[in-house]
């Protein structure tokens, strides 16, 4: 482990209070392997593919905004959750499928689906060179997955109005959607959810004129207008396999690529929080992206938890025992 995560960990073991029962370490007796399999399970997924690292950190983000962190995402069906439309583009399902089974093994039907995505979105950051962090864990996975519920998650073309209400909804304020929103750092998106900022911004016809005109070119090139709109773009143009604040300074310079990101410029309270992490502002508050975001996902990955007697430990992540 590099010594920043180390520093990480003792912080944040000392300044979390544990989210209703979750607690870090819940494993450590009944199945003390289960984070290092996590761990290794993710690491040769990410070996192989490392850009899988944004799917399962986008996995668990939309997990916990349905129906709260209960793997519900992860269960089939017709009209279940990653059916849903904001869902059709999620990845990742194989790998925690693969930790799963190989939990199974070693300490069946005791670790849930929900505590493996949970942690497989921390070590895919780590993975990235971003910072480590205590999990709590202890959490049950839900019986319930339904498409309908997942008008819950933000789209790419929300107002910060409409972007605050969906955090403030789930116990997340300002600081939170920020934080969280600083994700994209690795993450990607298809050419289908920009390419009317190219070309038809607001049915005019015209670019959107937040956007660049440095960017504005780079991206046509990458998404051309009669192109294929699944061909994926990263959000953080020159940096999407690091985790670290130069996704803010595309925001700051009119560089984001999704509009829903751009609007964080636009906002007081939103601008001012991401022009602390893109280092544009000397004062008291110092935000430091690398501190702040582990705060950030336990908060984040304890929404609506279920705990104790509530839901089930699913033996395949994939269906409902």
Known sequence: MKTKDSIFLVILVMILPVQGQLKTGFYSSSCPKAEAIVRSTVESHFNKDPTIAAGLLRLHFHDCFVQGCDGSVLITGSSAERNALPNLGLRGFEVIDDAKAQLE??????????????????????????????????????????????????????????????????????????????????????????????????ATGNSDPTL???????????????????????????????????????????????????????DATTRNIMQNYAGSIRGLLGFRFDFEFPKAMVKMSSIEVKTGAEGEIRKVCSKIN
């Open 105 to 202: 093994a070693s300490c069946p039907g005791l670790v849930s689906c929900a505590d493996v995505l949970a942690l497989a979105a921390r070590d895919s950051v780590n993975l990235c060179d971003g910072p480590s962090w205590s999990v709590p864990t202890g959490r049950r996975d839900g019986r319930i997955s339904l498409s309908s519920q997942a008008s819950s998650l933000p789209s790419p073309l929300d107002s910060i109005a409409v972007q605050r209400q969906k955090f403030a909804a789930k116990g997340l304020d300002d600081h939170d959607l920020v934080t969280l929103v600083g994700a994209h750092t690795i993450g990607q998106t298809d050419c289908i959810f920009f390419r009317y900022r190219l070309y038809n911004f607001t």
């Open 212 to 266: 660049s005109q440095s960017s504005l070119a780079q991206l046509q090139a990458l998404c051309p207008k009669d192109g294929d709109g699944s061909k994926r773009v990263a959000l953080d143009i020159g940096s999407q396999m690091k985790f670290d604040a130069s996704f803010f300074k595309h925001v700051r310079d009119g560089n984001a690529v999704l509009e829903s990101d751009q609007r964080l410029s636009g």
